[in-house]
């Protein structure tokens, strides 16, 4: 018997031995990078563990919670939201959070994510009550920053900071949509027309100035064109003035005599009279000329015999 009780008390102690070690076991926690124990003694708090091993007394110490540090997303569902023109929409938000102090997280609130998604809702309500339908739509940032700020200070308390707030979707009534389609298209035809307007305008006025410009140049070309020509004939009356005053000089120069002078005459004379003018002035000097010139003719026209038939002319001596 002595043996059996010595064997059977080994055997306990082995087991009791087996037990502790693995009581020892699953009380040495290993805390991960980015979380935190909240760990309880006795029932009350006792602290907060974070990254690495540590020993928790049996039957005395327990985790009360295992909180993650990393920033969480919550995809709240859509809420009804009634703006200040009384049109009801639905909006659903997106909220980037994170948690900042593992005691307050566990201590603060029950349950804190639906205590998150019901301030969130209300506080929309909240700020789109004074909002009519057109700035709710055009005011997301200013939406987002004043739920922000609004969450974020509600949720200091319990150890979680909000670090961005984002409208998803806003979905006004189907009516509204369409009344707002339709708003849409008529804006659209109208900068449509507007456009087209203002292009028919530009190109009427490209159009004119072209024209304006092309008048300008034909006009200014014959300017110049009767410019050139007034030119060229001042130059040609200057070069015939100066030929025919390098004539005279030349011939003041050779020192004429009076027959001379009345040939030159004779022949100014020839030159007018080849004109277009009716009338014609004939000097005196020129008329005695053209009779002296005359009188030769006849008289080398004349027959030789009737020369000779004529009597002698008397001389000036028989006269008296």
């Given at each position: ?65 295992v909180v993650s540090l990393k920033e969480q997303?919550?995809d709240f569902p859509p809420q009804p939201v ?197 009338k014609i002035i004939i000097p005196s000097e ?35």
């Open positions: 018997m002595s043996i059996l009780q010595s064997v059977g008390a080994y055997f306990i102690w082995i087991v009791l031995a087996l037990i502790v070690l693995i009581i020892l076991a699953k009380n040495i926690i290993i805390v991960q990078q980015s979380k935190a124990y909240v760990i309880e003694r006795l029932g009350a708090f006792h602290s907060v563990w974070g990254v690495g091993i540590h020993f928790k007394i049996p039957f005395i110490e327990r985790v009360l919670k997303v919550a009634i703006t200040k023109d009384n049109v009801t929409m639905q909006i659903d938000t997106v909220l980037y959070f994170q948690i900042t102090d593992p005691k307050l997280y566990a201590y603060g609130v029950e349950h804190p994510m639906s205590a998150i998604e019901n301030l969130s809702a209300t506080t929309l309500r909240n700020i789109i009550g004074d909002l009519e339908l057109d700035q709710s739509l055009t005011s997301r940032d200013i939406i987002n920053t004043k739920m922000r700020i609004i969450l974020d200070e509600a949720t200091d308390p319990w150890g979680i900071k909000v670090n961005r707030v984002e409208l998803k979707n806003i979905l006004p009534p189907r009516e509204i949509q369409n009344a707002m389609e339709k708003q849409m298209k008529a804006e659209r035809e109208r900068r449509e027309s507007i456009l087209r307007a203002e292009g028919e305008k530009a190109s009427q006025i490209l159009v004119a100035e072209g024209e304006r410009q092309s008048v300008i140049l034909r006009a200014d070309a014959a300017k110049q064109a009767k410019i050139m020509e007034a030119e060229g004939q001042a130059e040609a009356i200057l070069k015939v003035q100066q030929a025919l005053a390098e004539s005279l000089k030349l011939l003041n120069n050779a020192n004429p005599n009076e027959q001379v002078i009345k040939i030159k005459a004779l022949e100014a004379f020839q030159a007018a009279a080849n004109g277009k003018s009716t020129i008329q005695g000329l053209a009779g002296l010139c005359a009188s030769a003719k006849a008289f080398f026209d004349e027959d030789p015999e009737q020369k000779s038939k004529k009597p002698a002319a008397p001389a000036e001596g028989n006269k008296g």
